[in-house]
């Protein structure tokens, strides 16, 4: 069955018994009330889009809402993947994470699962999904914890520089690049799996979103930015094509 089937039939099965939130888009600036605020219908099957997962516990989820703007906007100009530029968030509370092959999530601040979220997504993964989370410093501990909920039977395994993540566009010989310092700690990539399938990547003491954001943001060098792009490039044709 292909991703996106698995995925259509699990989001039927779900919004059987459950209302659907809406899903939010954002073609620029913060995601605020008033007129940056556009409602989105379901992504056309055509073209691919980002669903930036939208979570509890006081974290800023929301942060550099042009990262998977300009991360689109790479992609598009380096694949063949249709892909759609916008900033789109979905809270994990809604059934509509299924309308997404793939799922970003990012912060610097706690994480909180429900049971009800956990068991949401646990189904996602299973049922072919892809999560990518990116540390953007002060996540590690809560996500760690809360990936328990879903996973209670995996421990995060770091990934060797030889998994297909790390070339399957670009090439990485030596894994993940170092894109903003935070405990001058080599950077790291986790997954969880199931099925046999990679499908939760984690990096850590690495920050590639902070290289896809617009470029004052943070400052990064282009070198910087073009390696976090290229290395979000192949997070995304991995997920794609597993």
Partial sequence: ??????????????????????????????????????QA??????????????????????????????????????????????????????DNIFLYPVLFMTGH????????????????????????????????????KELKKIFSDQDLVELPFSHPIYSSHFTF???LPKIHEHDAKPPQGFGLFANGRLCVFYTYETNPSDGWADPDV???????????LKMGTNIIVYALRN
């Fill in 41 to 94: 219908e379901p992504a056309p099957a055509s073209a691919f889009r980002i669903g930036r997962l939208k979570y509890g516990g006081g974290g800023d989820w929301y942060n550099d809402p042009s990262a998977e703007i300009n991360l689109l906007k790479f992609i598009r100009q380096h694949t063949t993947i249709n892909v759609e530029p916008v900033y789109e968030y979905v809270d994990v509370a809604s």
């Fill in 173 to 175: 010989a030596n894994g």
């Fill in 218 to 228: 943070h400052n990064n060098p282009p070198d910087k930015r073009e390696a976090a």
């Fill in 109 to 144: 601040g706690t994480v909180n699962f429900t049971t009800g979220d956990a068991q949401r997504l646990r189904a996602y993964l299973e049922n072919g999904g892809f999560l990518y989370i990116d540390d953007d410093y002060g996540m590690d501990a809560s996500i760690r």
């Fill in 1 to 38: 069955m292909s991703l996106r089937l698995s995925i259509a039939a699990v989001v039927l099965a779900f919004a059987a018994g459950h209302a659907v939130a809406q899903v939010r888009v954002f073609r620029g600036g913060a995601p605020t009330t008033g007129s940056q605020r556009i």
